[in-house]
């Protein structure tokens, strides 16, 4: 076990032993190699340094309170960076080898999972660039997948707390047609700005409106966007956001808490009329909206009453973390074991 302040780990860089990798050549998928090393090296014209051509995933490892590690629904983020290595062209990861560098990242960093009950976990973030050169603008013939590991905190360290938000309509992450429902570098570029300001202003996040009619709630930064109200889950139907496993998971736990689940369009002045709401995504699992700025006109929608999570984000949030950590029945069957003894 390593000599970590389990306690005092936030959502960042910890260095760890070991990342894994495999390189595409030749038109295919070579043998998973082992790495000490925090670098890569690359040629200089690199797709991924000047057309974009990279993305990436994030998942998380949970040491449960059975002492067994697990890792949660790995499957969907490996169809997502499939459905990204599509988007851009990238060449695609099989599922073997995707899992094969899961389990083998984490059994070589186990020391590296915070104990069960530190609220920590083990943060996957796989990663596939293109590494074989071109001048002219076009897909790499090279490609590299990798997996590094880095042990992450509770998001919400000061307790389970509300947070502001912005609304903007002057940036957008995405177009309509482009890239928004894939996980790639470039629409985090195009987010950044917002993001910053949002933060400078007072903000956690800012939320995107879509970026076609400006009417409707798109994405709340890194997470989806949920509301609930009259028993229903409510999540907006765009193609431009980010299919999040996180909100997958949710829609399936709040249909079986009894909730109608609605995905559609959420125009923009039905925030006022949420008792809860909420943005979801793997780092923090929910983080509840206390109320959201229209920056804009100035329009603050007051959703969280006396500054506390609703009884449905608290809900949610129990049940999706108890099966994370082992401590719920799994009855989707959405863990998996991984054996690090
Ligand atoms: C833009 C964006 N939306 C939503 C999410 C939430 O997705 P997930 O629940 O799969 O982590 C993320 C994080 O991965 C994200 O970057």
């Not at 994370?324 to 959405?334: I, L, S, Y």
Request: a neutral charge; proline letters at 5%; charged letters at 25%.
């Amino acid at each position: 076990m390593q000599n970590i302040d389990w306690s005092s780990l936030s959502f960042g860089y910890v260095k760890t032993n070991y990342n894994v990798r495999c390189y595409y050549r030749n038109g295919k998928w070579g043998e998973l190699e082992i790495s000490s090393s925090e670098q890569v090296s690359m040629h200089m014209a690199a797709t991924c340094l000047h057309y974009g051509q990279e993305a990436f995933e994030g998942l998380k490892c949970y040491r449960g309170k059975d002492g067994k590690v697990r890792i949660f629904r790995w499957k969907e983020n490996c169809k997502r960076l499939q459905s990204s290595a599509e988007a851009i062209m990238l060449a695609k990861v099989p599922d073997e080898i995707f899992k094969a560098a899961c389990w083998k990242v984490v059994q070589l960093n186990k020391d590296f999972i915070p104990p069960y009950g530190t609220g920590g976990t083990l943060y996957l973030r796989p990663l596939l660039i293109g590494t074989g050169e071109k001048v002219g603008v076009g897909p790499a013939d090279e490609y590299l997948f990798m997996i590094f590991v880095t042990p992450v905190g509770p998001y919400f360290k000061a307790g389970f707390k509300p947070v502001k938000m912005q609304l903007v309509r002057d940036y957008d992450r995405a177009a309509p047609m482009g890239t928004g429902h894939v996980k790639v570098g470039g629409n985090y570029a195009a987010s950044l700005r917002a993001g910053e300001r949002a933060h400078h202003e007072g903000f956690a996040a800012s939320i995107f409106a879509d970026a076609k009619t400006k009417q409707y709630i798109d994405e709340a930064g890194p997470a989806n966007f949920f509301g609930i109200k009259d028993g229903k889950y409510i999540t907006p139907d765009s193609g431009s956001i980010l299919p999040s496993i996180t909100n997958l998971s949710l829609r399936e736990l709040a249909a079986d808490m009894g909730l109608v689940v609605e995905r559609r369009h959420v125009p923009i002045d039905e925030i006022g009329t949420f008792e809860e709401a909420g943005a979801c995504g793997t780092a923090a699992v929910i983080s509840p909206i206390d109320s959201i700025q229209d920056r804009e006109n100035g329009t603050v929608y007051q959703i969280a009453k006396n500054g506390e999570p609703g009884p449905w984000c608290q809900k949610l949030y129990k049940r999706l973390t108890g099966i994370q950590f082992g401590e719920e029945e799994d009855k989707f069957g959405w863990c998996e074991f991984v054996d690090v003894d």
